[in-house]
């Protein structure tokens, strides 16, 4: 399936590598101008290269998802550029520390669900004005598999994601009366730094490459897409519904 993105405005957060380099990547490739956002301007440099290469464009954001000031700031000078906004993939996370739940330190609790979570209310509060002023807004947030299967150890990663899953079908439902598209990823295992961080002894090429993963999420941004409010399982290739418990 060929996606066409030509004249799109698209954001993508945690972009100077992994699963948010090539998203950033394959929206480029499809037309869309890249609004690359991450804390390591090296790695956003690195982007812009790849992304002038292939004749894209990109617009680079080096700031930390911490920093709500500045998300805020971002919407102000997204609305006073371009009026709008068309894509948002929110991929940036931190895993924090493979941990029992007891044993977390409270710092390290805090940094993820300020990265995890209430960075990603802040962007859907600063960017919502200008995803529903697109004709097709695309709204793609990053998840994992321990959202909704929770395993032993992960705890405040797989806390924080279930939270980013529970607030985009909240705001899927709230915005159901728009063109806004509102979906929830999970890339499965993935050949990432925060991959190899939770499982130091895994072998690494044994996963897929986080450039086949965003081949498969970049469909997600396409205003042709009809679904909304569920999840996208990149391993199976499909969207599934969320299901109350049985």
Known sequence: MTIDLK??????????????????????????????????VGGLEELDDAIKAIGGSATL??????????????????????????ILVA??????????????EAKVFERVMTTNVTS???????????LVKSDAGRAILLSSGVATNP?????AYAMSKAAVETMGRIWAEEMAHTPLKINMVNPGATRTAMRAQ????????????????AAKILPLASPDLAESGKLFVVRENRFVDYRLPA
């Open 198 to 213: 939770a499982m130091p002894g895994e072998d690494p090429d044994t996963l897929p490459h986080p450039s086949e993963v």
């Open 7 to 40: 004249g799109r405005i698209a954001l993508v957060t945690g972009a100077s590598r992994g699963i948010g380099y090539f998203t950033a990547l394959e929206l480029a490739k499809a037309g869309a101008h890249v609004i690359a956002c991450a804390r390591t």
């Open 61 to 86: 954001v080096p700031f930390d998802l911490s920093d709500m000031e500045a998300i805020d700031r971002l919407g102000a000078s997204i609305f006073e550029r371009w009026g709008r906004l068309d």
């Open 91 to 104: 991929n940036a996370g931190i895993l924090g520390v493979i941990s029992p739940v007891a044993h977390i």
């Open 120 to 130: 990603m209310w802040r962007l859907v509060r600063s960017l919502e004005p200008l």
């Open 151 to 155: 395993r032993s150890f992960w705890g």
